[in-house]
């Protein structure tokens, strides 16, 4: 959404001026995204030497390097060439950071640039890209230019990256080499009621006005969903341990089969990180071991993993139209808001968002960010698994191109919704939507679960 323009001390403003002054404030928005991407980019390549940055710290995942350049090329595909229509920088170079063409556990043997060359390259995309920002009318009809949509791409890809960078940083081994304050603890915890009650009803999911938002948020459709209870709160490390302490990786009645092959080829019991010493769970976290926090979301758990919890708690995942239900709908006015508190953007009081706390904020935080319903966390924090398939809305289109969603659209793919502590604004809304197999693990899930009335 762009900024409205501020009103002129002389007088009010003429149609042209007013358009200058959207689009100049539309520009400063991307100018904005851009520079906040970069510098987490930064941070999370500089803080560690070449040869980690080179190194593959797990074969689920690219060596840092190649989502550096990954970041660059992407850049220059859509801005430099695309937008622009400037020659190509490095052509030999596309198909090394075609993620479609390469997984991730070969990558470290392709011929990849190297630490400097990552660098210098990105850098002089980034120094041309900004030529390309101010220079281009952003309320043109082109609809990768209109609203400035290109740009929020841009952004909104490295903050997708910078994500997955960070998860690679929790997968390598070694000391801690990233540092964040702790997040606010939830004054009112003890007050708040464990489910909170979704009265049923149609509600518009999913947006058709949001500029950034991508392909598979759109576009605006009515659901209806019935009478249900969701959890106040995702679901907590302390809950979680009752669910392990009762046999929960034992009994195969709590698990869907696929769910319990993986439990028992893999010898699951417990999230991932943890492990118990002397009769305490600890878990390993960017490098330190600490002791579990029972009052903290449980994250690193596989769709599998919540699944059973819920189903040994009495209770489900909630599917992902109640999850946005939950979090947009108001029932005062009718309407669905771009987040759980209202339609402007997040800020440090109602989301743990963008990396500026290392761990999701103790369960019931941010009482300002809460739904009008009282739900909490809902943006920020976890990813939450729903029960959900993931799939494309009515109407879906593919744009621009077909590999961001829709082949990936299906049975094989969970929805999670709401984002976490590693995801930027930029990345976030109330409508967008993550997916992921339902074993993995690796990556900041976890889950709140629900009931029927």
């Known amino acids: 959404m762009t900024d409205s323009p501020t009103p002129d001390a002389t007088g009010p403003r003429g149609p042209h001026e007013t358009d200058t002054a959207d689009t100049e404030a539309l520009r400063r928005r991307a100018l904005a995204a851009l520079l906040t991407a970069r510098e987490r980019t930064t941070l999370l390549t500089e803080s560690v030497d070449d040869h980690e940055l080179s190194a593959q710290h797990s074969p689920l995942m690219s060596p840092l390097v190649w989502d550096l350049a990954h970041i660059g090329n992407q850049e220059e595909l859509w801005l430099l060439r695309g937008v622009a229509g400037r020659p190509a920088m490095r052509p030999e170079i596309d198909g090394l950071y075609d993620a479609f063409e390469h997984p991730r556990a070969t990558r470290p043997s392709l011929p990849l640039l190297a630490p400097t060359e990552a660098r210098a390259y990105t850098a002089e995309v980034r120094g041309r890209a900004l030529d390309v920002l101010d220079a281009t009318a952003l309320h043109d009809d082109r609809p990768l230019v209109r609203s400035g949509f290109v740009f929020g791409m841009i952004a909104q890809h490295e903050q997708q990256h910078d994500e997955t960078m ?37 509600f518009t999911m999913g947006t058709s006005t949001e500029p950034w938002a991508l392909d598979n948020e759109r576009p605006a459709h009515v659901r209806d969903v ?42 699951l019991a417990a999230p991932l990180f943890w492990h118990r010493d002397a009769g305490q769970w600890l878990r390993r976290r960017f490098g330190v071991t600490e002791a579990v926090p029972a009052n903290e979301p449980v994250l690193h758990v596989s769709w599998y993993e919540a699944d059973a919890y819920a189903r040994w708690a009495g209770r489900r995942l909630p599917t992902e139209a109640e999850w946005e239900k939950a979090a947009r709908h108001d029932p005062a006015s009718g309407r669905s808001q771009r987040y759980p508190w209202g339609d402007d953007d997040p800020a440090p009081d109602r989301a743990n968002l963008g990396q500026r706390h290392l761990r999701p904020a103790p369960a019931g935080a941010y009482a300002a960010g809460q739904s009008p319903l009282g739900v909490r966390q809902l943006i920020g924090d976890v990813w939450e698994w729903t029960s959900s398939d993931f799939l494309p809305y009515p109407g879906f289109a593919a744009f621009p191109y077909r590999e961001y969603s829709e082949v990936f659209f299906g049975p094989a793919h969970k929805v999670l919704r709401g984002g976490s502590f590693a995801v930027d604004p930029v990345a976030c809304r109330g409508t967008f939507r993550n997916w992921d197999l339902p074993v993995r693990r690796q990556i900041f899930s976890g889950f709140r679960t629900a009931r029927d009335l």
């Open 166 to 202: 960070l998860i690679t940083h929790q997968l390598r081994a070694g000391g801690a080499v990233l540092t964040a304050p702790v997040p606010p603890p939830a004054a009112d915890a003890a007050a708040l009621p464990s489910e909170v009650l979704v009265p049923g009803g149609p």
């Open 226 to 267: 019935t009478d249900f209870f969701i959890d106040t709160t995702p679901v907590t490390c302390g809950a979680y341990q009752a669910f392990i302490e009762d046999g929960g990786y034992t009994e195969r009645r709590w698990w869907a089969p696929e769910g319990w092959a993986m439990v028992r080829e893999h010898e």
